[in-house]
């Protein structure tokens, strides 16, 4: 199974700030069809889970363009330009190279 | 509207049996992958199982393989997930979601207690 680590656990960012979520896979999300398959969710309180970013760097539709992804292989990441109160809550990664599905434990943002 | 909207959750008891449902509609159902995810209280998000268009093609999580089936109904636009043998580590929120490798469209969400 692909194992997805997040850092760090929680983010506390005064607004305007930007904030940065890194996420580690255990192995490369490279596919043999030359895509990588790593997405970005934003699960905002009391809420469902909500696609923000696909295949690395590709924002879903109506996402606000001060979220952008990067990376390659095994490490990626999210970045937030200025951050906003309406970006609250829980970020997780995820990989859908193979199955298992697997997600990253989760980082944790919350304004100062 | 384009939407998921799951049903089906509610207390049980170890061991018992439950069969949840997706409700489907604003798309071409039978044309997506779909995929149960399930969030345990207060924890992160785990995959569940994942189902082909035609519903001939699933995966399954280890820890719910030979516990849990995952069907669809194409002429109903549904899902359904039928759990077996529940343990209390099974109790979560089962969210339904749309797969295109992207979990791009999630439904609210159904409660699954597991306890006695």
């Known amino acids: 199974d692909i194992v997805m680590t997040q850092t760090p656990l929680s983010l506390s960012v005064t607004p305007g700030q930007p904030a940065s979520i890194s996420c580690k896979s255990s192995?490369?999300?490279?596919?043999?069809?030359?895509?990588?398959?790593l997405y970005w969710y934003l699960q905002k309180p009391g809420q469902s889970p909500q696609l923000l970013i696909y295949e690395v760097s590709k924002r879903f539709s109506g996402v606000p363009d001060r979220f952008s992804g990067s990376g390659s292989g095994t490490d990626f990441t999210l970045k937030i330009s200025r951050v906003e109160a309406e970006d609250v809550g829980v970020y997780y990664c995820?990989?859908?190279?193979?199955?298992?599905?697997?997600f990253g434990g989760g980082t944790k943002v919350e304004i100062k | 509207e384009v939407q998921l909207v799951e049903s089906g959750g509610t207390l049980v008891q170890p061991g018992g049996s439950l069969r949840l449902s997706c409700a489907a509609s604003g798309f071409t159902f039978s044309d997506f992958w779909m995929t149960w995810v399930r969030q345990a209280p207060g924890k992160g998000l785990e995959w569940v199982a994942t189902i082909n268009p035609d519903g001939n093609d699933k995966y399954y999580a280890d820890s719910v393989k030979g516990r849990f089936t995952f069907s669809r109904d194409n002429a109903k636009d549904s899902l359904f997930l039928q759990l077996n043998t529940l343990r209390a580590e099974d109790t979560a929120v089962y969210y339904c979601t749309r797969y295109t490798r992207a979990c791009d469209l999630w439904g609210r969400g159904t409660l699954v207690t597991v306890s006695s």
């Open positions: 192995q490369s999300l490279l596919h043999s069809d030359g895509e990588t398959y």
């Open positions: 995820k990989q859908s190279k193979q199955f298992p599905l697997t």
